[in-house]
Nanobody
Framework: QVQLVESGGGPVEAGGSLRLSCAASRSIFSSTTRCMAWFRQAPGKEREEIGTIYTELGSTNYRPSVSGRFSISQDKAKNTVYLQMNRLRSEDTALYYC??????????????WGQGTQVTVSS
């Protein structure tokens, strides 16, 4: 497992931007970590996956509702993954988590979770 610490959350007005960071305690590309993902969970709703970055080459994929507004990037030298969120909407309000996986990064397959950072979008 790897320890993950998210930061960068907070209040923001609708239409604004935030960048979340996820700092890992060791390399984000290794024999045991090959993908990093962002998830979110809003009150009363199920956790949903936002997107994944495959850390060897930096390829990404996103859920349709955030595609074109959110982007995931990485800095291997800093063992950090980022979630850039633009044109935020009130429905983006949630607790945002990062996670690490060895091959796939669905919620059932990741091996490590961060503690989460709250994003609150006001309209």
């Amino acid at each position: 497992q790897v320890q993950l610490v998210e930061s960068g959350g907070g209040p923001v007005e609708a239409g604004g931007s935030l960048r979340l960071s996820c700092a890992a305690s060791r390399s984000i590309f290794s024999s045991t970590t090959r993908c990093m993902a962002w998830f979110r969970q809003a009150p009363g709703k199920e956790r949903e996956e936002i997107g994944t970055i495959y850390t060897e080459l930096g390829s990404t994929n996103y859920r349709p509702s955030v595609s074109g507004r959110f982007s995931i990037s990485q800095d291997k030298a800093k063992n950090t993954v980022y979630l850039q969120m633009n044109r935020l909407r009130s429905e983006d309000t949630a607790l945002y988590y990062c996670a690490a996986g060895a091959g796939m990064c669905s919620a059932n397959e990741v091996h490590s979770w961060g503690q989460g950072t709250q994003v609150t979008v006001s309209s």
